[in-house]
């Protein structure tokens, strides 16, 4: 079997990297741009620093910002219908993973309209055409969905959240702009950043990871433990390191998949509205704790991305609590809590069955059934 790898045609890194968006769009041909962004980045005025920059070269553009934090079916499908009515050709996307994933199923149900029902994206959809040229700007050190095939929709009617995997959603161009994400604040700033973590070293540890995909994990790994406390404090340097963190993370994770800690994590979201990166913030070191024996060496490496020292001089066993540790403290030390109040008893039999159904469910290191994840729900309650 074949690995794949699916990245951006191009990206930009570093600061003032959003000043190429209007060169970009006209030598793309862009006639009238949708930009999707969200409704806070609008009130603060950041989806304002792309905005400006078009109106300054005369490009002409709509914003769409009817987006939750946890985008839903109805979010796409009104923003399929404001595309349609605009006249637009291509898309600028400002945000996290909220404004990134819902311009992602717009671009793909506008180029492949026999998928206009948003649920019938779920999982592998069999689309036949690319999305519609994107721009993907991102505001939050993260999610990585501006270089990932993946995004998550919420269907509020059955109270869960469904992954899509499509190599054809994937932007064609990023911009990777930390400047961009220095309004974030602290909560969001660590939430975020855990949940790159997250995709790190759930995409190293994934029964489909290989040697390219470790190489981006590791270096991810190592990068987030060096500068996500200075992040959230907003240092420049912090949130240098994590922006290019958190899209190495997403070039891994991206093509080789996920594991249970995002599965709960989903399940959580849906349900209570707990913000993604905390629910993989508090899951990761439990599920790291559960996955562990079927891991081989590969927390030795962790650990050793994450600053632990002596890690060749460790037992496996040693060195397999240094890195779950290393992660718990550093959740502890960016003020991820380490409990969900929201959680009930009589709701553990439908958010099992939710996890276990999730898309990443079936990449998780050690094969995992319903009553396993109902006992991993109780250790955050």
Same mark, same amino acid.
């Given at each position: 079997?074949?690995?794949? #790898?699916?990245?951006?045609?191009?990206? *930009?890194?570093?600061?003032?990297? #959003? &000043?190429?968006?209007?060169?970009? &769009?006209?030598?793309?041909?862009?006639?009238?741009?949708?930009? =999707?962004?969200?409704?806070? $980045?609008?009130?603060?005025?950041?989806?304002?620093?792309?905005?400006?920059? $078009?109106?300054?070269?005369?490009?002409?553009?709509?914003? *769409?910002?009817?987006?939750?934090?946890?985008? @839903?079916?109805?979010?796409?499908?009104?923003?399929?219908?404001?595309?349609? /009515?605009?006249?637009?050709?291509?898309?600028?996307?400002?945000?996290?993973?909220?404004? +990134?994933?819902? /311009?992602?199923?717009?671009?793909?149900?506008?180029?492949?309209?026999?998928?206009?029902?948003?649920?019938?994206?779920?999982?592998?959809?069999? @689309?036949?055409?690319?999305?519609?040229?994107?721009?993907?700007?991102?505001?939050?050190? %993260?999610?990585?969905?501006?270089?990932?095939?993946? *995004?998550?929709?919420?269907?509020?009617?059955?109270?869960?959240?469904?992954?899509?995997?499509?190599?054809?959603?994937?932007?064609?161009?990023?911009?990777?702009?930390?400047?961009?994400?220095?309004?974030?604040?602290?909560?969001? @700033? &660590?939430?975020?950043?855990?949940?790159?973590?997250?995709?790190?070293?759930?995409?190293?540890?994934?029964?489909?990871?290989?040697?390219?995909?470790? +190489?981006?994990?590791?270096? /991810?790994?190592?990068?987030?433990?060096?500068? $996500? !406390?200075?992040?959230?404090?907003?240092?420049?340097?912090? !949130?240098?390191?994590?922006?290019?963190?958190?899209?190495?993370?997403?070039?891994?994770?991206?093509?080789?998949?996920?594991?249970?800690?995002?599965?709960?994590?989903?399940? $959580?979201?849906?349900? *209570?509205?707990?913000?993604?990166?905390?629910?993989?913030?508090?899951?990761?070191?439990?599920?790291?704790?559960?996955?562990?024996?079927?891991?081989?060496? !590969?927390?030795?490496?962790?650990?050793?991305?994450?600053?632990?020292? %002596?890690?060749?001089?460790?037992?496996?066993?040693?060195?397999?609590? &240094?890195?779950?540790?290393?992660?718990?403290?550093?959740?502890?030390?960016?003020?991820?809590?380490?409990?969900?109040?929201?959680?009930?008893?009589?709701?553990?039999?439908?958010?099992?069955?939710?996890?276990?159904?999730?898309?990443? =469910?079936?990449?998780?290191?050690?094969?995992?059934?319903?009553?396993?994840?109902?006992?991993?729900?109780?250790? #955050?309650?």
């Amino acid at each position: 079997m074949a690995n794949r #790898i699916v990245l951006n045609t191009v990206s *930009y890194h570093g600061k003032g990297a #959003i &000043a190429e968006i209007p060169a970009i &769009a006209k030598n793309k041909g862009f006639k009238h741009v949708f930009v =999707c962004s969200d409704p806070d $980045l609008v009130k603060f005025g950041v989806t304002a620093k792309v905005t400006d920059l $078009l109106d300054k070269e005369g490009i002409p553009f709509t914003l *769409y910002s009817e987006i939750k934090p946890n985008p @839903t079916i109805k979010n796409v499908q009104d923003g399929v219908e404001a595309f349609k /009515a605009c006249g637009a050709d291509s898309i600028i996307t400002i945000g996290g993973g909220s404004s +990134m994933d819902t /311009a992602k199923a717009i671009g793909i149900i506008i180029t492949n309209p026999e998928f206009a029902d948003v649920r019938s994206l779920e999982g592998v959809a069999p @689309t036949k055409n690319h999305a519609v040229p994107t721009i993907a700007v991102p505001t939050t050190a %993260g999610t990585a969905a501006e270089v990932t095939i993946n *995004y998550v929709i919420t269907d509020v009617e059955k109270e869960r959240k469904f992954v899509c995997v499509d190599e054809n959603d994937i932007p064609e161009v990023a911009i990777i702009d930390p400047e961009m994400m220095s309004s974030m604040p602290k909560g969001l @700033t &660590a939430s975020t950043g855990m949940d790159a973590l997250t995709h790190a070293i759930e995409g190293y540890t994934t029964k489909a990871a290989w040697e390219m995909t470790d +190489m981006f994990h590791l270096e /991810a790994i190592k990068l987030i433990s060096q500068n $996500l !406390r200075g992040a959230v404090e907003n240092t420049p340097e912090g !949130r240098e390191g994590m922006a290019m963190a958190q899209y190495i993370a997403g070039m891994g994770f991206s093509n080789v998949g996920l594991g249970i800690a995002h599965s709960i994590a989903h399940t $959580l979201g849906a349900h *209570y509205d707990t913000p993604h990166g905390v629910a993989c913030a508090m899951m990761l070191p439990i599920v790291m704790e559960y996955n562990q024996e079927f891991t081989g060496e !590969r927390y030795r490496e962790i650990a050793r991305a994450m600053g632990v020292e %002596g890690v060749d001089n460790m037992t496996q066993e040693e060195y397999r609590k &240094a890195a779950i540790d290393a992660v718990k403290k550093l959740s502890e030390d960016v003020g991820i809590p380490a409990k969900n109040d929201k959680i009930r008893e009589e709701d553990l039999d439908v958010l099992a069955a939710d996890a276990f159904a999730d898309a990443c =469910c079936p990449g998780n290191p050690r094969d995992t059934n319903v009553e396993d994840l109902k006992e991993l729900y109780r250790k #955050i309650m």
